[in-house]
């Protein structure tokens, strides 16, 4: 067994118990222990980066429509909370700034970009982070790899990773084919073994599979050496780590 001891990153928050992406789910993955967060980002017709999952609002919030379609005043009135539970009456949708707000320093703040808004993400979201002084904490991750190596070329001071869900033969390799410097792999936890883990750890790169919700689960990846793990429930990886 692994005496490295992975940080816990709180999924969209702690998804499993809150509603996801708001500042009360954030705010109760740290509370659970998590020393970072796990986010996703889009942008509003008026260039406000705004933190939910789904393009459209239909969800999570008690509005309809694209967000893309919506300005920053609309979105703000919404409720997101309610949708998970009475509890929760009175969340809103957040800015991405109002996270940061929050999010204490050194703490990581995995930023996942959903879609390119045609390069109109990118550009908003490497004016926010110069202007935030965050870089350091920072990790801009998405499926489109595409977008990550522009953000990279635009930016080389911003850490990025690579999210997929494929059984690839050799992880670390196709980090090494992008063209620019990755920081980490996002591997979905299915299909990360632990050779996958050695030859990460071993190309220098760190290692944030997701989203691992169950025990079994947990302690394969503790084993795989990750540097950090995904979860919706960061109190149940918590207690894990801390009875090891
Ligand atoms: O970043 C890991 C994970 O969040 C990717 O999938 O659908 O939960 O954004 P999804
Ligand atoms: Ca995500």
């Not at 998804?15 to 993955?29: K, Q």
């Not at 789904?54 to 309809?64: E, S, V």
């Not at 879609?115 to 002084?133: I, P, V």
Request: proline share 3%; with cysteine.
């Amino acid at each position: 067994m692994s005496t490295h001891q992975p940080i816990i990153i709180g999924h969209r928050g702690a998804a499993g118990v809150a509603p996801e992406n708001t500042l009360r789910s954030f705010a109760v993955a740290f509370e659970q222990g998590a020393e970072g967060i796990e986010l996703d980002v889009h942008l509003t017709k008026d260039g406000e980066i705004v933190v939910c999952h789904d393009g459209t609002l239909d969800r999570t919030t008690n509005g309809t429509g694209l967000i893309c379609e919506k300005n920053w005043d609309e979105i703000k009135e919404l409720d997101a909370g309610s949708w998970f539970s009475d509890a929760f009456i009175g969340e809103r949708v957040p800015l991405l700034r109002e996270v940061f707000e929050m999010v204490p320093r050194g703490f990581l703040i995995n930023v996942e970009v959903k879609y390119a808004y045609e390069g109109r993400m990118e550009k908003a979201l490497l004016a926010f982070l110069r202007e935030s002084g965050r870089m350091e904490d920072v990790v801009i991750s998405s499926f489109d790899h595409k977008v990550i190596k522009r953000i990279k070329l635009a930016e080389p001071e911003v850490k990025v990773g690579l999210l997929y869900a494929a059984n690839l033969i050799d992880h670390a390799a196709y980090a090494q084919q992008i063209g620019v410097e990755v920081h980490s792999l996002h591997p979905q936890h299915h299909h990360f073994e632990k050779e996958d883990g050695v030859s990460a750890a071993e190309a220098g790169l760190a290692t944030y599979p997701w989203t691992v919700n169950v025990v079994r689960d947990f302690q394969k990846m503790i084993d795989a050496g990750v540097t950090g793990i995904i979860t919706d429930f960061p109190a149940k990886l918590n207690e894990l780590l801390k009875g090891e």
